[in-house]
């Protein structure tokens, strides 16, 4: 429990809201499951559309602030990014975003392509495939996550957007209070090894309700 403690909250003299946030050790365990299905799942589509094997793998996962979230991806990643979001709704809600660092985006539109097109062929292309295989991994995700909590969730249109770490996860709510469910994602397609990012933020609210979800999930899961 040290180890949780020490990612992602401080001591029991911390603010109420951050306690709430920090998962205990089984309830990180049940929604490292849960997102590692889904992710299985989205390979699987992502297979149909390449004609080939697609592993996705999920070697770490984390709860976060918005500027933590923020200063990781900068950090592991550089300034350059490009992403997908799409926001959700439901008994849970908030966006969801598929991120990579730009050079990784046009490394995995050409291996989705087959390999075929130029390079400036690609970079047109770029916005259309990514939107596409952003559209396909993030339903597959939250899908499959809803499907497991047995709740349903509304996804809104793919959109592309461009920027640092900062302009991923800024707030639009002055004074809001989100936290990032953040996953460090590995592609091996084609022969070529791709790292991304899962980023899903959500309010306290929302938190609370995918927290009760979980607890509902491995009281289910252990009988």
Not at 94 to 100: R, T
Not at 162 to 189: A, H, K, P, W, Y
Request: with cysteine; hydrophobic share 45%; aromatic share 4%.
């Amino acid at each position: 429990m040290a180890d949780n403690e020490s990612e992602f909250g401080g001591p029991s003299g911390e603010d109420p809201i951050m306690q709430a946030r920090r998962l205990e050790e089984l309830e990180m365990d049940a929604l490292t499951e849960v997102v590692n299905i889904g992710v299985s799942r989205a390979a699987n589509s992502l297979r149909d559309l390449v004609g080939e094997q697609v592993l996705l793998t999920v070697p770490s996962l984390a709860v976060l602030t918005r500027g933590e979230a923020a200063a990781l991806i900068n950090r592991r990643s550089g300034d350059l990014l490009v992403g997908v979001r799409q926001a959700f709704q439901g008994e849970f809600a908030g966006s969801a975003l598929l991120i990579f660092p730009e050079t990784n985006s046009l490394e995995l539109v050409r291996a989705v392509t087959k390999g075929e097109l130029s390079l400036e062929d690609i970079i047109e292309l770029e916005q259309e495939a990514l939107a596409e295989i952003g559209n396909i991994i993030l339903n597959g995700c939250m899908a499959t996550i809803a499907n497991l909590l047995q709740r349903s969730l509304k996804m809104s249109l793919p959109e592309i957007i461009r920027g640092t770490g900062m302009d991923f996860f800024e707030s639009r709510t002055q004074g809001s209070d989100d936290g990032v469910l953040f996953v460090r994602i590995n592609f091996s397609l084609k022969g070529r090894e791709i790292s991304g990012y899962v980023a899903i933020v959500m309010d306290f609210l929302s938190l609370r309700a995918l927290r009760a979800l979980i607890s509902d999930f491995i009281a289910r899961s252990t009988g």
